[in-house]
């Protein structure tokens, strides 16, 4: 169904709004059915059943939505499988949908999601927010002119996790008692070698930029949240070494944050020693963020070294993509509310991918400075 200004698009808006006052769940459906809906999006959409209905999942093939519905049957005992050109109409048709979560292969995802909010539905779409920085200025144009065609405005968010992660969330606010920025490091020391469940992913391997891209946008994710401004230039060495993997997979990269401080940027994709780990060097002191796992739950692990040789260490557990769900959820359930939550929203996902594509693009030519787009 198309969100035009027609009497009866309007009755049944009208109608919808009436029918959530009465039942605030909104309904949703979940389009893609690959690892990461399987053991991330069923789960933790389970974990908020109350805040959404699940309507349906949808996937190219037949075999591969019926896969996902089966897991989310338990929780969901009426999520319709949905497959294929037909079944992706009947859910841009059904108007008991408002919103869909957007996971297929990042290639076509932009496509996809644009597909959506012309039908009127909001959207919640995978990270990266596209594969390349002409992408996401082609996509915003099209977002733009669908928003203004369209009364009912639909909601395009970007899934990073990372945004609302509350270790980064609180470390954010104790980031100006380190005084002046001096320095940020970001190592990241990644283990995508063939036990990890992704490594086969053929789109993955198809991106332009490899696993650089696709994981590294969270990374960035977390840097622009904790220094609070932007990335201006990168200055970056890449190399292919681990043949089993798409190059580049491993990069080095100096940046210029917009308040004047540098910092280095490392990321090996695939290395025997894992670590993940942000830090920030203040005049008065420094925070830092370490990925870990205490008690049996991942999360982070933080520290605040301050004045006088003080310290304040904080385990924060992983709760970033529930976050990020009932965020969208809160967003299109009351739509009359004047702001989307800003860390969903889509020119924050394209930030963070414009600047790992300026650091590709600096690798490319030898380390030449690269000043990242602002959008
Ligand atoms: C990856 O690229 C190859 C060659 O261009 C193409 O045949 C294949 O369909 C692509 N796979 C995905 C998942 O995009
Ligand atoms: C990438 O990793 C390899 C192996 O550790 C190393 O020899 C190479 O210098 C690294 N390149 C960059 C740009 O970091
Ligand atoms: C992959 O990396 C993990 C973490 O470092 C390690 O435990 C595992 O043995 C590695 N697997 C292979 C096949 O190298």
Not at 54 to 81: M, N, Q, Y
Not at 97 to 110: D, R, W
Not at 153 to 180: H, S
Not at 351 to 373: F, W
Request: aromatic share 8%; charged share 20%.
């Amino acid at each position: 169904m198309s969100c035009v200004t027609t009497i009866s698009t309007v009755w049944i808006q009208y109608n919808q709004k009436k029918a959530k006052m009465v039942n605030p769940s909104p309904g949703i459906a979940i389009l893609g059915a690959g690892i990461f809906v399987k053991t991330q999006y069923i789960p933790r959409l389970a974990e908020i059943s109350d805040l959404v209905v699940l309507k349906a999942i949808w996937s190219r093939t037949e075999e591969s939505a019926k896969g996902a519905v089966e897991i989310a049957r338990k929780h969901f005992p009426d999520v319709k499988c949905k497959w294929g050109d037909e079944g992706l109409n009947e859910i841009m048709e059904d108007s008991s949908i408002v919103g869909v979560a957007v996971v297929v292969a990042a290639e076509t995802m932009v496509e996809m999601s644009l597909k959506m909010l012309k039908a009127g539905k909001h959207v919640l779409q995978e990270k990266p927010a596209a594969a390349s920085i002409s992408e996401i200025e082609a996509a915003m144009l099209s977002y733009r002119i669908i928003s203004a065609d369209t009364p009912c405005r639909p909601i395009w968010a970007v899934a990073e996790n990372y945004r609302f992660e509350p270790a980064f969330v609180e470390l954010k606010k104790l980031i100006a008692e380190i005084g002046d920025m001096m320095n940020v490091q970001l190592i990241i020391e990644g283990s995508m070698n063939s036990s990890n469940p992704y490594f086969s992913s053929s789109w993955r391997r198809n991106l332009s930029g490899g696993f650089i891209l696709d994981m590294g946008v969270h990374y960035i994710a977390g840097l622009r949240m904790l220094v609070g401004c932007e990335v201006a230039s990168v200055s970056a060495s890449t190399s292919h070494v681990d043949k089993t993997l798409p190059g580049p997979d491993n990069i080095t990269s100096n940046f210029q944050l917009e308040n004047g401080c540098s910092g280095v940027f490392v990321m090996v994709v695939s290395s025997r020693s894992p670590k993940i780990l942000w830090r920030v060097v203040g005049l008065k002191g420094t925070v830092q963020l370490e990925r870990g796992v205490e008690g049996g739950r991942h999360g982070y692990m933080t520290t605040i070294y301050g004045e006088g040789g003080t310290t304040r260490t904080i385990f924060y557990p992983f709760s970033g993509v529930t976050e990020e769900l009932k965020a969208f959820f809160n967003d299109i359930s009351d739509t009359s509310k004047k702001e989307q939550e800003p860390r969903l929203s889509y020119v924050e996902g394209a930030r963070d991918v414009a600047v790992l594509e300026a650091m590709l693009e600096s690798g490319a030519k030898n380390g030449a400075v690269v000043p990242v787009p602002k959008f």
